[in-house]
């Protein structure tokens, strides 16, 4: 498709998007930083909000002389009431629930290290007893949890939201104040009240039980009661052709500046208020930051055909529009997803020989034919080139910025 006609081309979107204009936040500085560097392209997709649903989130991170960090939000076109489909993005405060439910159970001689074997008791659900990819041949918690951020493993977020299990998932987050979030379903066919059941899950030493949690159904109180279409037409999982919109009413919902919240929960814990922080251990945050850093090469249990699995499969900001290889100086903290022609990441970047750091979030749909499920998006002709160019605007900008106290970023080097 010419590249002017892609542009031009408008998709089709139901009443959940009607009051854009009313609610959107931002402020001039970050648009006028975008325009004022943007290429054609990047300013033909600007001009074009209704069109491509991009929505922006720069925030600029100044240390004081106790290295204390203090965030300055910029906003471009965000608005919490346009729903953009999260995709992969859940699979971020899925896994901090994860481990916050450990640790809240304190089980003894059980950690996220511990094998954990799935079985199955409700209309499909299926059992895991093995993982071949891991070292000693067992899931566990941690072992998806690395899946998840390496690849985005859909199969390890199952589990993990299995383990957990959908109501204590969604009261946890709404609990912290992530109201307008809600995590309903696996990345699997199945129905509502089938992502309601989850499975029965045992902890194992060899061949002793160590903790065993039932099969659970989830009675929480989700509100649906905003029509939510998408498209003017979409493929069905029989493969169908159906015209009309698909109905995300019931479906994930994770707005862009609770995902950006999240993360900088994960990454600077104690610059959120305490009931917006996670139940982890020192021990955890570790974790954490090796993976959500980590690149696919550089990780031997899984291991990855790095042919497919490339250094930026999941490093959208800058790097993934062309593959390009991260330099060794940087490491990027992050969650992408993609899915339904919406891609998006959330992400903390740091440059260890510039001492440069700063969080960038954004979301762009790219489908300029309105179908659904047809596998025909726009991500590489102008959604990764999106996400490179304003990933470089951003990290030039970082790279001039003066900064009165030179950050101590130790704590995030492997």
Known sequence: MKLPLLLAACCLIGSAFATVNAQTKGDRWLEDLLRSQGSPLLQQVLNQPDTFQYQIIYTEINRDKHNRPHFKHHYFNVDRNRYHNPASTVKLPTALMALEKLNTLQLKG?????????????????????????????????????????????DAYNRLYEWVGQQTLNEGLWQKGYKDVRITRRFTPMSEEENRWTNPVRFMQQDKVLYAQAAVRSNANFDFSKTIHVGKAHYNWDDELIHEPIDFTTHNQLPLQDLQQLLQSVMFPESVPAKKRFNLSHEDYTFLYEYMAKLPFESDYPSYDTNEFFDSYTKFFMFRADKSKIPDYMRVFNKTGWSYGFLTDASYVVDFKNKVEYMLSAVIYVNSDGVLNDNKYEYEEVGYPFFKEVGQIIYDHELKRERKYSPDLSKFKQ
């Open 110 to 154: 059980v950690d996220k290290f511990t094998a954990m074997l799935t079985d199955s008791a409700f209309s499909k659900q299926t059992a895991v007893v093995s993982d071949s990819t891991a070292e000693n041949g067992l899931p566990s918690i941690a072992h998806y949890i690395k899946k998840v951020f390496l690849v985005s493993d859909n």
